[in-house]
């Protein structure tokens, strides 16, 4: 295997940490950064003894631990795991943006400053933002990827193979599937593309019927939740090996599946047109090769083509939306500024937060097409 020089990433929370443990595989040198919070602030140090304790005989990997933001330079990828992750079940990506966009800002322009022609994966969410912050911190656009794709359809093979274990009696391994991608959002507006998916060469729809399609497309986009949901917290072991296996991909010239910057004359190649003259952050499958990055073409039916045209269009919208949440999430605003521009953000959103009658500081969540006697009760500080 080609293994790539020199991997850096940032965060020890869990999908940072397991991140790092699989990239020890690919790489020759790790370094896994976390800021210091105190003089006394040993943390990556230990982590760094445990991951050494699991893969000293599985691994080559020169190993190393740091709190100093210096140690990522000349990194071939810089992978940024910090920030706000899902723990309820009622959470949603865009609830994490206001805390996690300023988090990401000073991320993506420390490392700029040190490893600037690092490729960079960022797995804060919600990731389908994420990209607006990191070109405006002077990332060329071939540089920039997040996390998503690769994740959702490890995903939407799983479930795949669950119903065809159910069809013909016995285990599937997801390497016997051929052209499955999700596209586009990494949310609930993904687009999971297997209808022209293969199993020992017979087109999936004629295995499946459409209840079992159905069934397979509603769980790979609520899969998240569901995770956070029974675990407590949202996953980690998943995304970190999908950071590992696109850093992997990426190096060795493979298919793989992520957000990447994408032109309207790519987009037409593959029958898509759109109306800017804009790249868009999506998600999508290409393949690098020695003069760039090259899309891979996909069948899609007409309902998933326009599914795609639907979010891209919405996409075009969002550099501005994330400047303008930007410019709320700053220093020196009140604590009631910062309050009505979340609520005012959500409620863009579809997600109604209203402050509890006779309740200091207590606020309470729901969705516009719910009940608000179901509301539940959120932290709201949390999320500012």
């Known amino acids: ?37 105190s003089d006394e602030d040993e943390r990556v140090d230990g982590m760094i003894r445990d ?34 992750g899902r723990e309820f079940g009622f959470e949603t990506r865009d609830m994490l943006f206001f805390k996690n966009a300023s988090l990401i800002k000073v991320t993506m322009d420390n490392i700029k400053k040190i490893s600037p022609d690092t490729r960079v994966i960022i797995a804060t969410n919600p990731v389908d933002y994420m990209g607006t912050i990191a070109k405006a911190a002077g990332f060329p656009e071939e540089n920039i990827f997040c996390l998503g794709g690769e994740l959702d359809t490890a995903r939407l093979g799983r479930f795949i193979c669950d119903a065809l274990e159910r069809k013909i009696g016995r285990y599937v391994n997801p390497r016997e599937l051929e052209d499955i991608y999700v596209v586009g959002s990494h949310g609930p507006n993904m687009i999971p593309v297997f209808s022209h998916g293969k199993f020992e060469g017979k087109y999936l729809k004629e295995i499946l019927d459409d209840g079992d399609i159905k069934a397979i497309t509603q769980q790979t986009k609520s899969e998240g939740a569901t995770i956070t949901k029974k675990k407590g917290k949202s996953g980690a072991i998943g995304p970190g090996a999908s950071i590992a296996r696109m850093i992997d991909k990426g190096h060795n010239g493979l298919p793989m599946i992520a957000h990447t910057y994408v032109t309207p004359a790519e987009l037409k190649e593959l029958g898509i047109e759109i109306d800017s003259d804009n790249s868009v952050f999506t998600g999508m499958p290409f393949r690098f090769r020695s ?64 402050p509890v009658l006779g309740e200091e500081g207590g606020y309470e969540i729901y969705k516009e097409d719910e009940d608000p006697r179901n509301a539940l009760s959120i932290n709201i500080w949390k999320y500012i």
Request: proline fraction near 0%; charge should be neutral; hydrophobic fraction near 40%.
């Open 1 to 37: 295997m080609n293994k790539i020089k020199k991997v850096s990433v940032i965060g020890i929370g869990g999908v940072g940490a397991h991140a790092a443990c699989f990239s020890t595989f690919i790489s020759d040198n790790l370094v896994l950064y976390n800021r210091q919070r």
């Open 51 to 84: 991951m050494c304790d699991a893969l000293s005989h599985f691994t080559g990997c020169n190993i190393k631990g740091s709190n100093s933001i210096e140690d990522i330079a000349d990194s071939d990828v810089v992978v940024t795991t910090i920030g706000l």
């Open 291 to 354: 003069r760039g990055r090259q899309l891979i073409s996909i069948s899609m039916t007409d309902e998933e083509r326009s599914a795609l045209i639907k979010f891209i269009k919405g996409q075009n919208a969002r550099d501005d939306e994330v400047r303008v949440i930007l410019s709320k999430t700053e220093e020196g605003l009140s604590k009631e500024e910062k309050v009505d521009n979340f609520i005012s953000f959500m409620a863009q959103k579809g997600v109604i937060i209203k």
